[in-house]
């Protein structure tokens, strides 16, 4: 079968173009996206689409830009196909976003490609990726412990993203362009061992099809089978998620904790991986960030947490489970007058102060919800605010100083509701009580106390 009539089946098989469409095709000027370019220009007009390219500059290879440019420009002319060009940083996005080259020139260039088909108007961006690439992608993320969702590897359609030679092999592309005598240019990272990649390629694959010559159809076989299952599974997903959502936004999503609990693992490590989704901070979770998540769900205690990448929070409570990538809440600052009542939303609480004549009586609360402070030793104004850095008081009982950080550890605090706890600070600057917690020693009530400031916390 020659090869335009395999990419077509290709084509069909995937419901890759419809008749009209304006396909925008990435080109590099390797075999890869030549072979694309040539083949979809031999059939436009048996599907009747519209042409464009576009070329990427990654600033990586300045000396051998201009020779791509130019080149694939001679080719685009001679197709009558219209090439944009365009440039991105890849080197200062990778140490913005630190991550490295690879991850930074991806993203990037999808960005690229997805703004460029939105300004032209083009229904389909069309990529060369080839069976190696997929067989290579595969073992890359098993070497890496990828589970079935990256075993599917590279999907022939995804939204706007379409791979007419999903299914050719890399020799069947040369073949074609040595026939055609149609040129192409080698991109000098391709060459070097340094990448995965292309150990893989150059090293591994080569080995590889020395035991079994068809390796790359095998093992782009098996992607699709997982593939087929992903379809499957996403809609047990889908179903079994919505049932447990209790609330959702950008970013976070709180989920009911009965339905998990007795979830088959199979299931919830996927709707975990969704959920996580969400929140917008699934590239960086592992196989072990799930396995810890389903371990706190099933084993932990109600305000149990664990901190994954990305500023994700996974908090464990009474009836939900909260994966959060919202910043923590920090308390502003108050300034208390003279007493009275204050809200304080950061910390979803109110204090309510009393100015009182000292009462003769041993019973001076528990120090958490209410607190019985001598207020002879206040100077108002006070104020109320969240902890800074160098902050010590001397916990009531204690007897000595000691760091508030040092306290927060101590009490197991999680160190993402610290900046929420309100501490009610002295005119002259004393820590007066870590609110809903301890008071400080220095203001307990003593014999000659004429006056107290009452201080009681509602939820």
């Known amino acids: 079968m020659q090869l335009i009539q395999k990419i077509a089946k290709t084509i069909e098989r995937y419901s890759m173009i419809s008749e009209g469409d304006h396909v925008l095709t990435a080109l590099s000027g390797g075999p890869d996206s030549i072979c694309l370019l ?149 991109d000098s990272s391709n060459l070097t061992d340094r990448y995965l990649r292309n150990k893989l390629r150059h090293i591994i694959m080569p080995e590889l099809k020395k035991i079994n010559p068809a390796v790359s159809k095998t093992i782009s076989r098996t992607s699709d089978i997982f593939r087929d299952e992903e379809r499957y599974f996403d809609i047990i997903v889908t179903k079994s998620l919505m049932k447990m959502i209790s609330r959702k936004n950008d970013r976070s999503i709180e989920l009911f904790m009965a339905p998990m609990e007795i979830l088959d693992t199979v299931i919830l490590r996927r709707v975990l991986r969704r959920a996580i989704d969400a929140t917008k901070g699934l590239k960086a979770i592992s196989f072990l960030h799930i396995e810890d998540i389903i371990n706190l769900i099933r084993s932990g205690k109600s305000g149990d947490r664990i901190f994954l990448p990305n500023n994700i929070r996974v ?102 509701e610290r900046d929420a706890i309100p501490l009610l600070i002295n005119g002259n600057g004393e820590i007066v009580w870590v609110v809903g917690y301890r008071m400080d020693e220095r203001y307990k009530i003593e014999k000659n106390t004429k006056k107290i400031l009452k201080c009681l916390v509602k939820y």
């Open 38 to 186: 040539q083949s979809l220009s031999e059939l436009r007009n048996e599907y009747k689409i519209s042409l464009s390219a576009i070329y990427v500059d990654h600033r990586l290879r300045p000396d051998e830009t201009p020779f791509e440019v130019d080149f694939c420009t001679k080719f685009c002319n001679a197709l009558n196909i219209p090439l944009l060009s365009k440039s991105i940083d890849v080197l200062s996005f990778a140490q913005k976003e630190g991550i490295n080259k690879q991850e930074a020139a991806r993203e990037l260039r999808y960005r690229v490609f997805h703004e460029t088909a939105d300004d032209l108007k083009a229904d389909k961006i069309a990529l060369g990726h080839n069976r190696d690439d997929q067989a290579e992608t595969v073992l890359i993320r098993l070497i890496r412990g990828s589970g079935p969702t990256g075993l599917s590897a590279i999907p022939p359609v995804r939204g706007k993203i379409i791979r007419p030679l999903i299914e050719i092999e890399r020799t069947e592309i040369e073949d074609f362009l040595d026939k055609k005598n149609i040129p192409f240019v080698v």
């Open 315 to 416: 908090i464990k409570k009474y009836s939900i489970l909260e994966i959060t990538s919202e910043e923590p809440k920090k308390l502003a600052t108050y300034t208390v007058e003279k007493p009275g009542e204050i809200r304080l939303p950061e910390s979803s609480m109110t204090l309510f102060t009393e100015l009182i004549d000292c009462p003769k009586t041993d019973d001076w609360g528990d120090g958490k919800k209410v607190a019985i402070i001598n207020a002879d030793k206040l100077v108002f104004p006070l104020s109320i605010r969240a902890r800074r850095s160098g902050d010590y008081f001397f916990p009531l009982g204690f007897g000595s100083r000691k760091k508030l950080q040092d306290y927060f550890v101590d009490e197991k605090i999680p160190r993402d």
